[in-house]
């Protein structure tokens, strides 16, 4: 099976994506945000391209979550702080969502054989779920207004790491290659490494360390957000 | 001075690139070869988009270099091995290049404010050269067919911390920490670094690996290519 990373939405459509299963990635913050939701119940979420889009789903009765430049856009419910899911109130709702990059993402691979949600706070669980799975994997990195950033590629680096520890899993694909050769640089302290990051800069201006420390940690989450008739919902164990 | 690094030719039009000195970048083996070129003593390179504008040239009597796949194009004179221009008939020659990725990077391009062809074989030449200028610069990395690869990544990242150790020039752009970060790693042993990247093993079945230690010996020219009026010259050195 053969791992490969694109760096930004607008370059997915060079990948060969058949047979691939794809793990978008968003790490600052919407993918994030996602798989926390998942954690605290949420029972789906349904990510739109445009906040037009999210606001006709408001003026339906929906709750709506909006983010753009990385503050909650006005009239809205919800950004995409992953703390502002940690709430019991949203148990069992529904939420819609558009961010700045992560929908967008979502979006472009809306064709493939399978959308999967990543992010540190799920990655185990992830890496579990693809390696059984055997399928060939796409790390698609939501970057920053179709750029290319540090902080996603780092967690495609990780979560390439991860499967590639079952020895069914190789690459060719130099973008894999740089993404681990980066997160081998950056694993003791990702937050110290993405320090001096664009991104990571424009989130100190509005005060959100304590956010991204919560996404860079592995673990806290494990369901597998995964999209079914465009939406996302939680993936249900297969029991044996 | 800012620097930027855009890893595709097709991700070119998300930079800004106003008062923008932009080093086009094509590893193995186009900006190496156009340089050494230079180096031996070529007068002009024009170069163009297609294998058909090369053949209308070739059809009007001018010395056609074109490369696909990493072979050269049946029919032509050169492809673009380096070894190929280091031939003392080439001197005061016009020679019109084609290749897979290099001129595609020229052409998107085209209204910088400044064009220069950048390899590790005039790579200390370039850096002085960018430091007098102090415009901003974007490193172009001609990748492949589009996509993300190593070798010109490590280039871009050699290239900023050149310049970067004169203190008028700075970067907020991620690829471009990246960039670093991977020379870094790779600085002792380019050629080992890169014996598993994508674009290696395709010129290893291609019996190139003394073409492949050639383009990563930094120093062996001082030219710097230029674009003027839609052709490559070589930089004359301006007389204080």
Redesign the interface.
């Known amino acids: 099976m053969q791992i490969q990373t694109c ?2 939405p ?2 997915y459509h ?1 990948f060969n994506t058949e047979n691939t299963i794809v793990v978008v990635i968003d790490i600052l913050r919407a993918t994030s945000a996602i798989c926390t939701g998942f954690e605290y119940g949420v029972s789906k979420i349904i990510p739109v391209a445009t906040v037009d889009e999210a606001k006709e789903y408001k003026s339906k009765g929906y709750l709506v979550a909006a983010e753009r430049d990385g503050k909650i856009v006005e009239g809205f419910n919800l950004g995409n702080s992953p703390f502002d899911y940690m709430n019991k109130d949203l148990k069992n709702k529904t939420i819609v969502i558009s961010t700045t990059n992560g929908t967008q993402a979502i979006h472009v691979a809306r064709e493939a054989y399978k959308i999967v949600i990543g992010s540190f706070l799920n990655i185990t669980a992830l890496a579990n779920y693809l390696v059984s799975e055997n399928k060939n994997v796409l790390m698609l990195c939501a970057g ?7 902080e996603d ?1 780092l967690f495609a680096g990780a979560l390439s790491q991860k499967i590639m520890q079952s020895k069914s899993f190789t690459t ?4 894999t ?2 993404a681990m ?2 997160y081998d ?1 950056a694993k003791e302290d990702l937050f110290a490494f993405l320090e ?4 990571r ?1 424009r989130l100190k201006n509005l005060n959100l360390e304590k956010d991204i420390n919560y996404c860079l940690t592995p673990d806290s989450c494990s369901a597998i957000p995964v999209m079914v008739n465009n939406s996302i919902v939680k993936l249900q164990p297969v029991l044996s």
């Not at 920053?144 to 540090?150: H, M, Q, S, T, Y």
């Not at 060719?172 to 973008?175: A, G, H, I, K």
């Open positions: 760096f930004s607008s370059q060079l920053w207004k179709n750029k290319f950033n540090l590629t060719e694909c130099d973008s290659f740089a050769h980066l640089l001096k990051s664009s991104h800069n």
